[in-house]
């Protein structure tokens, strides 16, 4: 018989740096779940991306065992690796002031590895949600579209 889940908590850990310090310790210790072996095996699963910000799904079940799941890095974490933006440092007024810009190749690559996480079933429509991102970020996308598309993103017959 499967376990039955208590409560999901969801986090953004550093891969490969997590500790039982704040916000990682308060979250996990107020369920109970043991915050060391989280630690140790979050750890393990993440070394190969050591320093990236990677969301995490954790599972409490009634007995205070747990799972999870680890997502790919946000697709603005993404961005701001591209543009070679501080975390954190995008526009305050993204329609006025631009404070980068990313190629159309960019965002397919960002795209291709989001895919699993975003709610879209082609990569077209995969792009159209990190240049939504990019712009909201006052990002500007340069070079051509991608073939088929227009400036607005709809599709050309």
């Known amino acids: 018989m499967a376990k039955e889940v208590d409560v999901y908590i969801k986090l953004q850990v550093k891969g490969g ?6 916000p990682i310790g308060p979250a996990l210790g107020s369920k109970g779940v043991n915050i060391m072996e989280f630690c140790k ?3 393990a699963q993440t070394t190969e991306q050591m320093g990236k910000i990677l969301p995490v799904i954790i599972s409490v079940y009634k007995d205070k065992t747990f799972d999870f799941i680890i997502k790919t890095p946000p ?3 993404q961005l701001f690796e591209a543009v070679k933006l501080a975390p954190g440092k995008g526009s305050p007024e993204p329609n006025r002031k631009k404070v980068g810009s990313v190629t159309w190749d960019q ?4 795209a291709e ?6 709610n879209c079933f082609t990569i077209e429509s995969a792009m159209k949600m990190i240049a939504g991102t990019a712009r909201s970020m ?13 400036e607005q993103g709809e599709i050309q017959n």
């Not at 740096?17 to 704040?22: E, T, V, Y």
């Not at 965002?107 to 960002?110: H, Q």
């Not at 590895?113 to 975003?118: A, E, I, T, V, Y």
């Not at 006052?138 to 598309?149: A, E, M, N, S």
């Open 113 to 118: 590895s989001k895919m699993p996480d975003l």
């Open 17 to 22: 740096q997590a500790n039982p310090a704040p």
């Open 41 to 43: 095996r979050f750890n």
């Open 107 to 110: 965002i397919r690559t960002i």
């Open 138 to 150: 006052g990002v500007t996308i340069t070079g051509d579209l991608p073939k088929g598309q227009t």
């Open 75 to 77: 697709a603005a974490i």
